[in-house]
C-alpha cells in the first residue's frame, strides 16, 4: 500500500522533471518505486550511491529517501536485531539533517509533511522519554532535539527542549541561544494554535519542563510567564492546565 505522504511528492517530481528546474533534475523515480515496494535495504544502497556520485550529491531528494528508508527500517524487527540498522532511528534523524542542508529553501519539504509528523513524533518522545529520565539521559536527549532543529529549524519545540537540554549539560550559553531561536522560531509560526499537531504536543511538554526549570532556579514569575505561553492554546487540556495551577 504505497504511503500517504507519497501522494503528493509524486505529482511534483513529475513536475518537476518536466519543467527542467535547476536542483534535483532526476525525479528519483526508482528510489521512489523502491520505497514503495518496501525494499528499503536495495532504495538505501542506490540512495546512498547518488549522495556519493559527483553528479548528484549535491540533489537534495537521495538524502530525504536515506532518511525515510532507516526510519521506515527502525520499525521492523528484521531490521532491529541487524548490527548495522540497530541505530536506524538516529540515523533516520542525521540523514534528514543532511536532506535539510541541501534543500534550505524548502524546494521539496513541505510535501512531506506527513513523514515530518511522523519523524517529529518518534524523535520528541525518545528526546522526552530521555529528559525526564534526569541526568543520566540529557545527552541523548539533546542530541534528539539537536537534530529536530537541524532537520526542522521552524519547529519552536524542539529548540526550547535543546535549550532545556543544553542546560542539563551545563552549556548555559548554548541553552540561552537554544531558547532565543525557540521564541524566534514561535513568532515566525504566528503562536501555539498554527504549528501541527506533532508540534504542538512537544510545545505543551516543553512550556511544563521549562517552567519546572525557571521554578527551580527560583523564578516562578517566569516559570508563570512560560505557562502563560500555552494558557489560550492549551485552555482544554487537563495536563496543562494542571501544572499552570501551580503557578498561580
Not at 500517504?4 to 534535483?24: C, H, I, K, N, Y
Not at 537534495?60 to 527500517?73: G, H, K, N, T
Request: glycine content about 6%.
Amino acid at each position: 500500500m504505497m504511503k500517504r505522504f507519497f501522494l503528493v511528492p509524486l505529482l511534483a517530481l513529475v513536475a518537476m522533471a518536466s519543467t527542467g528546474r535547476a536542483q534535483d533534475k532526476k525525479p528519483y523515480d526508482d528510489l521512489l518505486v523502491k520505497y514503495v515496494d518496501e525494499k528499503y535495504e536495495d532504495c538505501l544502497a542506490k540512495a546512498e550511491r547518488y549522495t556519493q556520485a559527483e553528479s548528484t550529491k549535491r540533489d537534495a531528494l537521495p538524502y530525504l529517501y536515506m532518511s525515510m528508508c532507516l526510519y521506515e527500517m527502525s520499525k521492523i524487527p528484521k531490521y532491529q536485531a541487524m548490527e548495522d540498522y540497530k541505530k536506524a532511528d538516529r540515523d533516520a534523524l542525521k540523514w534528514a539533517e543532511k536532506y535539510r542542508k541541501k534543500d534550505k529553501d524548502k524546494e521539496f519539504f513541505n510535501n512531506y509533511e506527513d513523514y515530518w509528523s511522523e519523524l517529529n513524533t518518534m524523535a520528541q518522545e525518545s528526546g522526552l522519554n530521555e529528559y525526564e529520565s534526569g541526568t543520566k539521559g540529557m545527552s541523548k536527549a539533546r542530541r534528539y532535539f539537536d537534530s529536530m532543529t537541524g532537520y526542522y529549524p521552524e519547529n519552536p519545540g524542539a529548540w526550547l527542549m535543546l535549550g532545556l537540554t543544553n542546560y542539563g549539560s551545563n552549556m548555559a550559553k548554548e541553552g540561552d541561544e537554544a531558547i532565543a531561536k525557540y521564541k524566534e522560531a514561535l513568532d515566525a509560526a504566528g503562536g501555539i494554535d498554527r504549528l501541527p499537531e506533532d508540534q504542538k504536543k512537544l510545545m505543551k511538554a516543553g512550556l511544563i519542563h521549562y517552567a519546572e526549570y525557571l521554578d527551580a532556579k527560583g523564578d516562578k514569575s517566569g516559570a508563570k510567564a512560560a505557562m502563560e505561553t500555552g494558557k489560550e492554546a492549551f485552555k482544554d487540556d487537563a495536563e496543562f492546565k494542571a501544572a499552570f495551577a501551580g503557578y498561580q
